[in-house]
């Protein structure tokens, strides 16, 4: 039975144990000559310094070992990264969406969800997309990191080879609450998962009626909450709750102002955030959604941070 996570952990694990090995060889020896020199050539022994000429067959010894040695390295881990490289052509399609500080996953029958659910012995894609800075996706378990670039297409890959939950981190430094930017990969049967994408796609076409649940549904899948909280507490923006009819002093410019905080406010500052930074927090960490969010997404967050009360 394979116990592996994934099927990149083998190659993976055998190229750290080569890389391992050879560097605890290697240490193992120099450390060993150091106390030989220090023994054999100390002043008691040796009084009188001597001239030592070279030794060519020396040199070539160390010269050529050590080459032989990054070669096998090298050898074994690009047996293990070449095959990263190669997406098999049944592979399911995941866009893997990095901001700060937030994973969204979704999938090619317009599902989002905030973990990302994959079936067992399928191989998986994820086509990486980050909204703002750098970051870096990382699933200890399976074995893989890869970049999450502004501007740049990049993937991954792979096939999870056993049923659980993974950690999933970001592995760039992104910011204030890089920490905090932490989910799961839920591996589950095949029959399960395609019990789950139906749902999904089922619940897209038939969304629910309580606006409240879509609002909130809304402000979770585009990663809101990673900045502002439900409850009153102070994140990296104001929280949402109570904020809707009160007002805000707001930095405009270089100058501050008074605002009320209204539809067309809330509007505006998920569209273009930078305009109106409210006092006390710090601008440029948020970026704009002009053009990311639908009007009928718009309106199911304003509805949400209103039921929030006034």
């Known amino acids: 039975m394979n116990t592996n996570a994934s ?12 890389i391992i090995g050879i560097s605890l060889i290697l240490l193992i020896g120099v450390t060993a000559v150091m106390i030989y020199f220090v023994v054999r050539y100390n002043k008691k022994k040796n009084p009188t310094a001597t001239q030592i000429e070279g030794n060519n067959k020396l040199e070539l010894i160390w010269t050529i070992i050590p080459t032989i040695l990054v070669l096998i390295m090298f050898y074994y881990g690009w047996v293990g990264y070449e095959p990263m490289r190669n997406v098999p052509d049944d592979a399911i399609e995941v866009k893997a969406i ?6 969204t996953f979704e999938y090619d029958n317009g599902l989002k969800s905030d973990k990302l659910i994959v079936p067992l012995n399928k191989a998986v894609k994820l086509n990486l997309v980050s909204m703002d800075v750098n970051h870096a996706l990382y699933i200890p378990a399976f074995r893989i990191k890869e970049d999450v670039v502004p501007g740049r297409n990049n993937f991954m890959w792979f096939e999870a080879q056993k049923l659980g939950s ?18 799961k990969c839920d591996v589950i049967p095949v029959e399960e998962y395609n019990s789950w994408y139906a749902e999904g796609a089922q619940a897209l076409a038939n969304p629910s009626d309580d606006p409240v649940e879509a609002g909130y549904n809304t402000i979770k899948a585009n990663g809101c909450i990673a900045c502002h909280s439900t409850d009153g507490t102070k994140l990296v923006g104001p929280s949402f709750k109570g904020i809707f009819g009160t007002q805000r002093v707001v930095v405009t410019g270089d100058e501050e102002r008074t605002v009320t905080v209204d539809e067309a406010y809330i509007i505006n500052s998920i569209k273009h ?9 710090m601008k440029g960490l948020m970026p704009g959604y002009d053009g990311q969010i639908s009007d009928e997404d718009m309106d199911k967050i304003v509805f949400y941070i209103k039921s929030l009360g006034e």
């Open 166 to 183: 993974y950690d999933i981190f970001c592995a760039e430094y992104c910011g204030q609450r890089h920490a905090y930017m932490i989910t």
């Open 98 to 103: 990095g901001r700060m500080w937030s994973w």
């Open 7 to 18: 099927n990149f952990v083998e190659q993976v694990d055998l190229a750290f144990y080569v």
């Open 273 to 281: 955030p930078n305009d109106d930074v409210v006092k006390d927090y």
